[in-house]
């Protein structure tokens, strides 16, 4: 059982943290930028310092025309097609970067790595896309085509592939892992025509919604989600961004139903993996409401509940058998226990 230092160590190693995940970092494509308001204001906490490890096989390869769609390449060595973690890293879709990917166990286990950068919402949101989030979330899908479409050339096995990432992150991997397979077999672009779903995925920290009224329901001080409709704070009318959310949620539904991982659940999905570095409170405010177990909680209910294995850990946490994401990817990837 891992404590919850070491939790919070997990999570960290794949996203930023959560103040850094509702506040946008400055973007490598350039953009106008929202205002500070249009995401909640927290104090500095210290962000995730990529550790040295291997260099990539392939730097930035892009699979699209921004310059932010881009992403690295590790090859595990093999004599026959590997399997392959995508990884998707967190900040708030609205920051970080790739290289935080971890790296070095997978090579070990014979698993190929692809770590994904993406458009972030401000960026969309300048550009007048709607939602915001419709960028990070379908360039994750155009990338993970895109390494399928490269299955041959790079060596893998298009049909184990896990995803993987820390808090926005982790939401966009359940976005995938959930989601109908996005797949046009009738596209005349070769890449369009492959599939986006996965065999698992292994996340930490996630979102498993983006509905403010589910939010507000498992954790009351919730804050989170607003800028990923381009919704901003008041401060005339003293209203923070995630009020503002809560009071537009209607009108966007739409746009939650089709972005949010828990309106996506199936008996045809993987199994998923979620770590979380506290025990959860269902009901209670928290701490850090970001990152809530609480999260975890209402989304294995809903996925046992359609017959798909899920398992949630946590400081405490009951029916433990992967310490890890790594633990969980190898072990469904490979079929060994690492």
């Not at 919850?4 to 509702?22: C, D, N, Y």
């Not at 893998?156 to 991997?173: E, N, W």
């Not at 939010?215 to 008041?234: C, I, L, Q």
């Not at 409170?281 to 046992?304: C, I, S, W, Y």
Request: glycine share 8%; aromatic share 8%.
């Amino acid at each position: 059982m891992l404590s919850p230092r070491a939790f919070a160590l997990l999570v960290l190693s794949t996203s930023l943290s959560a103040q850094a995940a509702e506040t946008p970092a400055a973007s490598t494509t350039p953009a106008p930028q929202p205002a500070a308001a249009t995401t909640p204001a927290s104090a500095a906490t210290p962000k995730a310092t990529p550790k040295p490890g291997p260099k990539p096989t392939l730097a930035n390869v892009p699979y699209g025309d921004s310059p932010k769609q881009v992403m690295d390449f590790y090859k595990a060595e093999s004599d026959k097609p590997t399997p392959l973690l995508f990884f998707i890293h967190g900040g708030g879709w609205s920051g970080g970067t790739k290289d935080t990917v971890p790296v070095a166990g997978y090579l070990r286990a014979g698993i190929s790595v692809v770590s994904v950068e993406y458009r972030f919402v401000q960026e969309a949101k300048a550009a007048g896309a709607e939602p915001p989030v419709s960028w990070p979330l379908h360039d994750a899908a155009r990338a993970l085509q895109f390494v399928r479409s490269k299955a041959a050339e790079w060596n893998l096995d298009k049909t184990k592939i896990a995803a993987s990432g820390g808090s926005a992150g982790a939401c966009s991997s359940l976005w995938l892992a959930f989601h109908k397979d996005m797949a046009d077999p009738k596209s005349e672009d070769p890449i369009a025509r492959e599939s986006t779903r996965l065999t698992c995925a292994a996340v930490s920290g996630a979102q498993t919604t983006l509905d403010p009224q589910q939010m507000k329901e498992w954790t009351p001080n919730s804050r989170y989600g607003g800028h990923a409709f381009g919704f901003v704070a008041d401060p005339a009318k003293k209203q923070t961004q995630f009020d503002a959310f809560l009071a537009g949620r209607e009108k966007v539904m739409p746009w939650i139903k089709e972005y949010s991982p828990y309106e996506h659940v199936s008996s045809d999905d993987p199994p998923i993996w979620m770590g979380y570095g506290t025990a959860p409170a269902m009901g209670q405010d928290e701490k850090d409401p970001t990152h809530t177990a609480n999260f975890g909680v209402k989304l294995q209910e809903k996925v046992r509940s359609v017959g798909v294995e899920c398992e949630l850990v946590y400081p405490g946490a009951p029916e433990v058998k992967h310490k890890s994401a790594e633990a969980f990817v190898i072990e469904k990837l490979t079929g060994k226990k690492p």
